[in-house]
Nanobody, 123 residues
Framework: VQLQASGGGLVQAGGSLRLSCAWS????????MGWFRQAQGNEREFVAA???????AYSDSVRGRFTISRDNAKNTMFLQMNSLKPEDTAVYYC??????????????????WGQGTLVTVSS
């Protein structure tokens, strides 16, 4: 597995979780990274992205509540999720693409995907 997502779980509304996406070696240190999610019965949707130099982008639904970051020294990307809502319930996937100078919100632009981690927010 090239990207390994972890950190999902069950949390009450208003709570927090931090997702991690780890990779081995320096393979993705120069890549742009992103988080997407897919709720049951829905299409996969963009959540957040970060370029190789740290430029961030967020969907309107999570802006102000979620924070994406990366630590290339630890070969890991994070998604800090605060003020979680039941509608945030989904399988969260991390993804990588060749480094560019801008973020992409399109899943088709990402060529490498992690296996997904389930986040469940109870009301």
């Amino acid at each position: 597995v090239q990207l390994q997502a972890s950190g999902g779980g069950l949390v009450q509304a208003g709570g927090s979780l931090r997702l991690s996406c780890a990779w081995s070696g320096r393979t993705y240190n120069s890549a742009d990274m992103g988080w997407f999610r897919q709720a049951q019965g829905n299409e996969r949707e963009f959540v957040a992205a970060i370029t190789r130099i740290g430029l961030q982008a967020y969907s309107d639904s999570v802006r102000g509540r979620f924070t994406i970051s990366r630590d290339n020294a630890k070969n890991t990307m994070f998604l800090q999720m605060n003020s979680l809502k039941p509608e945030d319930t989904a399988v969260y996937y991390c993804a990588a693409r060749r480094g560019q100078h801008y973020n992409s919100r399109l899943s088709a632009d990402y060529g490498t995907w992690g296996q997904g981690t389930l986040v469940t927010v109870s009301s």
